[in-house]
């Protein structure tokens, strides 16, 4: 079947993702007396420079600072980045703000949260039915 950016995504899947979209939590941020994340502060992964952040905020469910960025993998020979990588519980992320490094959780995907009243809030979905 042929489709506008069959190419590029047929490229893709041979060479494999460069760079990824993912999420990230602050664990020691306050944002009472912390500088605010606004865009482009570095991500740093076991130290080394990863990717930058493209936007964030405070997520009041989560009660932490949610950064969305890229990130790429300088550690591999051909430059992909995997879910491996990504996930991997022996690195240590963090984002540069202001002069100063916050640690920071990788979520390769949403959290799930868990409300007292519904179980597990699922945002696409109507509370109470």
């Known amino acids: 079947m042929d489709f506008i950016g069959r190419d590029a995504l047929m490229r893709q899947r ?5 760079k990824k979209f993912v999420m990230l939590t602050l664990d020691d941020h ?15 992964r076991n130290g080394k420079y990863v990717g ?3 936007s964030s905020s405070y997520g009041y469910t989560l ?3 949610v950064c969305l960025g890229y990130i790429t993998n300088c550690e591999s020979a051909d430059g992909t980045v ?5 996930t991997d519980k022996t690195a240590n992320y963090q984002v540069a703000i202001g002069n100063k490094l916050f640690s920071a959780t990788m979520h ?10 519904y179980g597990f809030y699922h945002p696409s979905k109507k509370m109470g039915t």
């Open 14 to 18: 041979q060479e494999g993702i460069k």
């Open 30 to 44: 306050d944002i009472a007396t912390d500088n605010f994340p606004w865009q482009g502060e570095p991500i740093l």
């Open 52 to 54: 930058n952040v493209t």
């Open 63 to 65: 009660e932490r600072q």
């Open 82 to 86: 995997t879910m491996s990588y990504i």
């Open 108 to 117: 390769a995907y949403p959290p799930k949260i868990v409300t007292p009243d």
